[in-house]
Structures are given as C-alpha cells and as structure tokens.
T-cell receptor, first 110, second 115 residues
C-alpha cells in the first residue's frame, strides 16, 4: 500500500540555520509528490510539487527514487517559515485524492 | 475571487445528533474533496466529487457519513447519529480537476465537537 512517512513530528532550528524536513514514501511506479504548508491560523496551502521542480520561498525538494524520499530543504531558515508541513502523494491509479503524512511542525527560533 | 469557504467554522453537537457541514468551492472548480483531520494527524481523505457525482467515496468511514453536490458547486457533508469519535476538523478542498496533480485549494475547515 502507498504510504507517506514524516519521521519528525517537531523540528526546531535557529534563524539562519539550514533546515531539512524529511519525507519518505512507499509507492510502486513513479510518484508525484507534494509539500503542503499550514501557517498559524491560516488554511492549508500548496508549497511545492516535485513535477514543477521549482523553488518556493527558498524551499526546494528533490525526488530521490533510490531512497524513496522527497525531503524539503531550505539553506537559511526564517522565522516566518514556522508552520506545519505535510508531505502528500496521490495513490497509484488515482491521481486525485491524496495520501498524507502526519506532518512536521517546524519552529524557527530567533 | 474568493477562496474555498466552509460553514460553520465551529459546530458543537451532542452524541446521536445529525449535522451538516457546508463547502463552497472556488467558482469553476469541478473537483471537490472532503478530508477529516484529527489532532496530531494529517488530513484523511473522505470523498471526492467530479462535477455532481461522487467519483471516489472510499474514505467515508461508515454509512453514517454521506455527502452530496447536487449542482456541481456547493457540497454538504452529512453525518448521522454522531459519535464522539467523529470530533475532528473537516476540511474541504477544490481543484480545477481533470488532470493529475492539480493543486488543491483548501477551505478553513469546520471544527466539529461531539459531546
């Protein structure tokens, strides 16, 4: 069965430090992966998707099929990056619904 | 234009009662999703509509849960004989649909508390 694992419930870093939020998946085939973010008192929103190969707010994520990972990285964390981050993927054969990880709460301290 | 809206924002009910949760998607979005999010968990898929029809209701936990989207726009999630375990934030999302990986736009959620 397809599964998304975010091993860290909480990640705390200092402003300016690099940050990496881990996401591992189990999937047969070529997955399409997403990172969604929820800032305090705001709604869940898309941060980036691997198919776009884009950098949003300084964040990047590379799909590593060998390690079945899609870790989210930023070289210099900012306080406004503090939020809940979710990794998600659509199951094989069904491109519309998403399977979600449990989320990682990122706290960037001044 | 306006984003996805959900009403009510909070709903407190007693065990055994019936509740309806409403979702207004972004205008023109053909796909609509309902998710449930319990404390400390990621969103859990419930049901997906493409237009008026439920294309995938595999996530509905049991027959107490039902959702409709009669005109292909507004959707209502209905829960009968509520139980304390139904307490969660119910999220609605919409997307343009039709293509794999379409971005889903989320509403603010309805927090349901069953006493």
């Amino acid at each position: 069965a397809q599964r998304v694992t975010q091993p860290e419930k909480l990640l705390s870093v200092f402003k300016g430090a690099p940050v990496e939020l881990k996401c591992n998946y189990s999937y047969s085939g070529s997955p399409e992966l997403f990172w969604y973010v929820q800032y305090s008192r705001q709604r869940l929103q898309l941060l980036l998707r691997h198919i776009s190969r884009e950098s949003i707010k300084g964040f990047t994520a590379d799909l590593n099929k060998g390690e079945t990972s899609f870790h989210l990285k930023k070289p210099f964390a900012q306080e406004e990056d503090s939020a809940m981050y979710y990794c998600a993927l659509p199951p094989a054969g069904n491109n519309r619904k998403l399977i979600w990880g449990l989320g990682t709460s990122l706290a960037v301290n001044p | 234009g306006a984003g996805v809206s959900q009403t009510p924002s909070n709903k407190v009910t007693e065990k055994g009662k019936y509740v309806e949760l409403r979702c207004d998607p972004i205008s023109g979005h053909t796909a609509l999703y309902w998710y449930r999010q319990s404390l400390g968990q990621g969103p859990e898929f419930l049901i997906y509509f493409q237009g008026t029809g439920a294309a995938d209701d595999s996530g509905l936990p049991n027959d107490r849960f039902f959702a409709v989207r009669p005109e292909g726009s507004v959707s209502t999630l209905k829960i009968q004989r509520t139980e304390r375990g139904d307490s969660a934030v119910y999220l609605c999302a919409s997307s343009q649909g039709g293509l794999p990986g379409n971005e889903q736009f989320f509403g603010p959620g309805t927090r349901l508390t069953v006493l």
